[in-house]
């Protein structure tokens, strides 16, 4: 990564029952996802980076400038951030309009995307003559989000804009927030405990377990890894990015292709040449020894086991390679040793569900 583009930051800050000690370079591309337990300080360490938390150590360098250092702090109102907060916050005396005209006249710069181009974006056109009052929580996210990219900053700060939201109103605001990186070009620090967003959403990973740094990286390696803790529970998953290769029309399959091999996903999802990324649990992955003659389950990955995770408990985690992506297995300890399981074996792998992103398909598990 080069020296300029990213965020360079170092907090230290000691509260009640709290302490915070994190050192991180963030890309200034895409979206960083911010992840942990609650209580890990995660919503502190944005307070920080926007100048809204005084630490008792503080430094923050962003594209080669210094916002922050020993004894000098950029005021908050300076900083070119925009913070998108859970609740909304809309000027509930303010039409749509009205709010979003409110963050274009705070912009700190004149280069920044156009009101047309935002609430075309977000999908507000039939929403700018109504009073927050009107609007669903889903509807009311996104104003704020617009309120926000008006006022042309430089990135984007997101705590758990979807904490308060039902499930229906998620589904409806996550296809917004996967196309806003890439259309609008600006990078996202985006928080949550919620690990279907952050796979979804984020192509960097930075995991923080009571206040300190437990991991930080690109978001497919970094969910591999086995010795974090946080990322080891139940939900336990990896991310491979894939394209669309074909069809099978008969039984209305679609076909992915990525470096290690081929997988075959119900439905139609998109177009031949599409990009997909599959999130795959590792509850979803089964391994064999040998290839199954007849089996119910489509995939069949041949993998090398590259680590086991080193572990008591009743089940345990495998990583695997396959091409150049790489998978978790969650598997009965007991299954690990009658297999006589080693890291370098070659295995099957089954792979019985994915989860799938795409400019068509939203997410589905499948």
């Known amino acids: 990564m080069s020296g300029n583009q990213q965020i360079r930051l170092r907090y230290a800050l000691a509260r009640s029952g709290f302490a915070l000690d994190i050192a991180a370079e963030i890309p200034l591309q895409g979206v960083t996802g911010v992840y942990g337990a609650s209580g890990a300080g995660k919503t502190t360490l944005l307070r920080c980076i926007a100048g809204l938390e005084q630490a008792d150590e503080g430094e923050l360098v962003v594209d080669g400038q210094r916002w922050q250092g020993p004894g000098y702090s950029l005021p908050a109102n300076q900083r070119e951030i925009a913070y998108v907060f859970q609740e909304p916050r809309l000027f ?46 889903g509807e009311a996210q996104r104003v704020a989000i617009a309120r926000a990219l008006l006022r042309s900053p430089r990135f984007v700060l997101m705590d758990e804009p979807l904490a308060s939201l039902d499930d229906a109103r998620k589904a409806e605001i996550l296809p917004f927030l996967e196309r806003l990186p890439a259309e609008l070009s600006l990078p996202v620090i985006y928080v949550s405990h919620n690990i279907d967003e952050i796979c979804r959403l984020c192509d960097h990973l930075l995991v923080l ?3 300190r740094l437990a991991a930080s990286g690109a ?19 990896s991310v491979i990015a894939g394209t669309i290769a074909g069809f099978d029309a008969e ?7 990525f470096t290690g091999g081929r997988l075959w996903l119900p439905g139609i999802l998109g177009t031949k040449g599409d990009a997909l990324r599959l999130r795959i649990r590792a509850s979803d992955v089964s391994l064999n020894r040998d290839r199954a003659v007849r089996s119910t389950i489509l995939n069949l990955l041949e993998v090398v086991i590259e680590d086991v995770q080193d572990t008591r408990g009743p089940t345990q985690l495998v990583k695997l390679a396959v091409g150049q992506e790489r998978l978790v297995a969650r598997i009965t300890r007991r299954s690990l040793e009658e297999l006589e399981l080693q890291p370098g074996d070659t295995v099957v792998a089954q792979i019985k569900a994915a989860a799938v992103r795409g400019p068509q398909t939203g997410e589905a598990e499948k």
């Open 251 to 257: 039984y209305e399959l679609t076909e992915i292709e």
């Open 92 to 137: 509930s005396h303010l039409t749509v309009r009205e709010n979003i005209e409110y963050g274009w006249r705070r912009r700190r710069r004149d280069d920044g995307v156009a009101i047309d181009a935002v609430v075309q974006l977000l999908g507000l056109g039939d929403l700018l003559q109504r009073r927050p009052a009107g609007l669903s929580g």
């Open 209 to 211: 377990d009571d206040g």
């Open 219 to 237: 978001l497919q390696s970094v969910l591999v890894d086995l010795n974090i803790p946080a990322l080891a529970g139940d939900e336990a998953s």
